[in-house]
């Protein structure tokens, strides 16, 4: 599925994340940016240890921001890291604090000149965050940046597994 926003493309996909011919992927990192299960490993795994010795040099990022390092082997140009909430009751900001990880990671996009980004979702694996909340978070945040910044050209969700992507239809037919 997917939705024009401006001049921009948003769309959804089932799919790996670490497969994807975007310039950038994003990364759900934790703030060591040293490497992890889920995305984070499939990631480093795909990449090769170019990606974490690029990381080792950032020293760590706080929770709601974003880094970015080379693609090392992905096709994808650039890996944008950032690190998402651990999901406790909703009441520790972490609504605020999850879409200012997908709106840092589109200011850095910027930044760099890169007009096509793929993103997980992100806090929904090891970090609990409830998948239909997360998801509307995460389409509304970068709806309105696509709205107000029409040099990114594509934003992807990469959904991993039926479930992910139903819940991400449903926020985004719900928008
Ligand atoms: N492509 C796309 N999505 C994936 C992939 C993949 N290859 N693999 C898993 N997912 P998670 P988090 C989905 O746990 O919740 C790491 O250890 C997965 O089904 O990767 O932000 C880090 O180092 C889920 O829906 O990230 C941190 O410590 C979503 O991606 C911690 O996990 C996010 O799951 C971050 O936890």
């Known amino acids: 599925m997917e939705i024009q926003v401006g001049q921009s493309v948003l769309e959804l996909e089932e799919g790996d994340i670490t497969r994807q011919d975007t310039e950038a992927i994003v990364n759900a990192a934790n ?3 040293l490497g992890g299960g889920g995305v ?3 990631i480093h795994r795909a990449g090769g240890p170019k990606i974490l010795e690029e990381c080792r040099q950032l020293g760590g990022c706080p929770t709601g ?4 390092t080379t693609g090392g082997n ?3 140009r650039y890996v944008i890291h950032t690190v998402g909430p651990v999901y406790r009751d909703g009441l520790h900001r972490e609504p605020e604090l999850l879409a200012s990880c997908y709106r840092e990671s589109l200011k850095l ?3 760099k000149g890169i007009k096509t980004v793929a993103f997980p979702s992100i806090s929904t694996g090891a970090y ?3 998948l239909a909340a997360a998801a509307r978070i995460a389409l509304q945040t970068v709806k309105a940046y696509l709205a107000e910044h029409p040099e990114i050209e594509r934003v992807r969700f990469v959904l991993f597994g039926r479930a992910a992507y139903a ?3 449903t926020a985004l037919k719900g928008l």
């Open 65 to 68: 921001e974003a880094r970015i």
């Open 31 to 33: 703030t060591s940016l």
């Open 74 to 76: 992905l096709q994808a």
């Open 167 to 169: 819940a991400y239809e």
């Open 40 to 42: 984070d490993g499939a």
């Open 128 to 130: 609990g965050y409830p």
């Open 109 to 111: 996009a910027t930044a």
